[in-house]
């Protein structure tokens, strides 16, 4: 899955993702942490895919041949669902199927970071996290506090790039989301997506559902990096939405889900912010 | 509890249990899958019974002797859980407990249908999911795609039909609700349940809920098949209610919550569907 | 962490520390059950802490260095995650860290009352759980059913005073919130926290979250009673003002996030109810 774009991403590929994805309805399976599980199938199903968190090692690598695109988030890892991940991540790339990558605590934490640096042998489509983690996940050392992150996005864009050598796109969240991939004729690029809203971080496990999300994109787009960056404008649509609703971040979380599902053509359109992409020197 | 019921459910008899439900608050251990326990847990609190979701091997068998039902989850089956799933469905039908088996994903995936088979020895009271899940149960392939169903409930009567000879009662849940069992002097019986609503299944975990909650009313009610249609009309009606104040899946999901508190003998006789029973071939 | 109060907490020390919260944002490392996860870090995230749910048993030493402070909750424990919490409770001792024991069932299921019983060795910060919890911890038998109270707080004060000899401070949860805990010149004192909502108990995972956040005001309060008075009424306050915009439990969980986040000097000094302390003998 380490393909290029065939140009840069613009609002039509989005839209044309989106439709794609409402049209298909990808099953994603999920491998994720404890506190994500409930909230990112509501985001899936929400966004117009379908959740399946089938994650035991008797099943993960079946399941990875049947599903249309894999998240594996280290937030919680245990014993048995790092052997479940491996499972999952090298079925996955045998059959063809995207899988995307989020590698939280990956740079405070050693034996996660092992785990997480182990994965990239079978070749994510798609890294996501913010900051931290992937600075931390290229090997720079991110100082992660915790599951936040304390780096700006724009000081990732260079180790994101790093990660290229592992995964076809890479993508750093924040409050204008990074991502980083390769484009026939420009070279690897940065397209940077603004919008969103400050209270997505306040509620737990939005990034880890954006993850998820990306996950179900890759299996609709025509390429990784399209795919990225239609799942990062689908939720920055979604969350500046959700604000105009929302009293603080409870109220917030159910009018993103509610907006993760009203986001159509015409709001796409509307409201995306996806600035033209630029060379960054690989 | 293979036990028969002496009449066709009619609204007096969900009323009843109704009332009992809120007067006895029933509690009931689940054995679930990690995307439903928070969302189970509040959905048998908001319509009136106490929720505990022990399921390590330590407990499971003791718990099951304290509670007032039990439902076994298959979504997430982990090595442990399963092993907890055997002692307490064990447990419970020793200490003549009611219990529901919701077999996710039976029909698709080879070692938690092995499972589930496995359990159908320990006689669940109920066996609740939806109609791929019921076919693949019943051993005819039902071709499930993650946890959705793909299959029509009413394609799942047959099927359903053959579990009675492990299950006092049956349901396949979908746009109609499909529940047998046997009625004293009618045999075998179909009774529909109507209503609900589309939103429902965009949130995840509400099936699942649902198995919970039927454990519930199990505890509470003269027999299987009455617990279980109440269980189903409340859900209805609930959701119905939900509907008409949500704007999406988000806030859907917690007007819900709010329908299943406040519905009351008014809403029940005001808004049930439940179609008369009709006779079924064996 | 056996650290008296220098005096009664008054209303300035809770807007103090509540203050501090705000600024300091201390990060607490969650070893809890798996129905509370995502509402537990909502409920920190809300309240101006950050949430970190490292509990795996390679990671639960290190972190609770890395943390200011630590909730370990029996709720759902399983071999592994006992394992971690040892080792967490540890870790936090020698570090300094303040850390809060949630005995959930302690006092009905004899396998979880051990573990809980051992822990005491590593001295937590602070015990909180509901009246039942408390004193079956305290070795009285409390007959707990399932995790919710059936004992009246007022009960419990007695038991909680035993457990001093183990913990700085102990709560017990109830329409009335009962905390007791040394105070310079006073002795062993009780503080009453009246205010809440009848709906808080109606939402699960409330009271676990409570826990984490009285480890998160433990960490930057000047002793633990304070902490944990404080933690209390920010969540009376919030649960107050909650209840004034829900139409049942699904809402008022939103709303209650939202009034978590929302609660500041005002709202706490115009809604609070602390009683005067009160000796009590020990």
Request: hydrophobic share 50%; charged share 15%; aromatic share 4%.
């Amino acid at each position: 899955m380490l393909r290029s774009a065939s140009h840069a991403p613009k609002i039509d590929d989005v839209v044309a993702a989106h439709a794609a994805l409402r049209a298909r309805r990808p099953l994603v399976q999920c491998l994720t942490n404890t506190v994500s599980t409930n909230f990112m199938a509501n985001v899936l199903l929400a966004a117009g895919a379908a959740p399946a968190m089938v994650d035991n090692p008797e099943e993960a690598a079946l399941f990875a041949g049947i599903a249309d695109g894999v998240l594996v988030n280290l937030g919680t890892p245990t014993a048995a669902q790092v052997a479940s991940m491996r499972l999952a991540a090298e079925a996955a790339e045998q059959a063809g199927k995207p899988w995307v990558l989020d590698p939280i605590g990956a740079g405070g934490l050693p034996w996660r970071g092992g785990i997480a640096a182990e994965l990239l042998r079978f070749h994510p489509t798609i890294i996501r996290g913010n900051a931290s983690e992937v600075i931390g996940l290229a090997g720079l050392g991110g100082g992660a506090r915790g599951v936040d992150s304390s780096a700006d996005p724009s000081a990732a864009v260079g180790p994101a790039v790093d990660l290229l050598a592992h995964a076809a796109t890479v993508s750093a969240s924040g409050p204008v989301d990074h991502v980083v991939g390769e484009i026939d004729g420009l070279g690897v690029a940065l397209v940077r997506i603004a919008g969103g809203s400050p209270l997505l971080p306040r509620v737990t496990a939005t990034g880890c559902a954006l993850g998820a999300l990306a996950a179900a994109y890759a299996a609709v787009a025509p390429d990784p990096l399209t795919g990225l960056v239609a799942a990062h404008v689908h939720y920055s649509v979604a969350a500046e939405i959700a604000e105009e609703a929302a009293s603080g971040p409870g109220s917030f979380a159910a009018a993103f889900l509610d907006a993760l599902d009203g986001v159509d053509e015409a709001a796409l359109r509307d409201r995306a912010r996806i600035e033209d992409a630029i060379p960054v020197p690989r």
